[in-house]
């Protein structure tokens, strides 16, 4: 029997999952580190491995992924009974209503960060009036951010065009 002892690269270090594409791996998801030196999904591993050389390459689980985005959607049902997947790795919980049983939306949120935590995960979390807002606020800004009615414009201003959810 082999075993393989493995450790775990620093933060400052670009780690990036890859899976199979048309003319080799490409770029599946990546680190914090990876996405401020520039890389970005979709892009062929050996390009990206060329411009970093100290980049760590891992292959992307898809299945496992797929599996456990279903299994995350039916737990965020302990905090509301409408929970839907959003895109490839998002969760969407329509929580009207339901905040005052965990003592408001600040409290709500702190619960639901620190669930995911104590799973091993980072979430990213926005409140806003429209699915829209709350996702562009969830995935681009401080990723614990409520906003009421009057203050989406204010909320969304300074987000990057990426936040409107619009292809090229």
Do not use: K, N
């Not at 620093?10 to 990036?16: A, H, I, K, S, Y």
Request: aromatic share 4%; proline share 6%; glycine share 8%.
């Amino acid at each position: 029997m082999i075993t393989q002892y493995r450790s775990v690269p620093g933060d400052e270090v670009p780690v990036v999952l890859s899976r199979d594409g048309t003319h080799g791996p490409v770029v599946h998801g990546l680190s914090a580190a990876a996405t401020m030196r520039g890389i970005e999904a979709g892009a062929r591993v050996v390009d990206v491995q060329a411009i970093h050389p100290d980049l760590h390459v891992e292959p992307a689980d898809l299945e496992g992924d797929e599996a456990l985005i279903q299994r995350l959607v039916h737990w965020a049902r302990r905090w509301c009974p409408w929970t839907a997947r959003d895109q490839d790795h998002g969760l969407l919980l329509d929580v009207t209503g339901c905040t005052h049983l965990f003592d408001g939306e600040a409290a709500m949120l702190r619960d639901i960060r620190s669930r995911f935590a104590l799973q091993g995960l980072t979430a990213r979390c926005a409140m806003a009036p429209t699915p829209g807002a709350a996702q562009a606020l969830a995935r681009f800004g401080s990723g614990a951010q409520i906003c009421g009615a009057e203050d989406v414009s204010a909320a969304l201003a300074p987000l990057p065009v990426a936040a409107l959810r619009l292809d090229t």
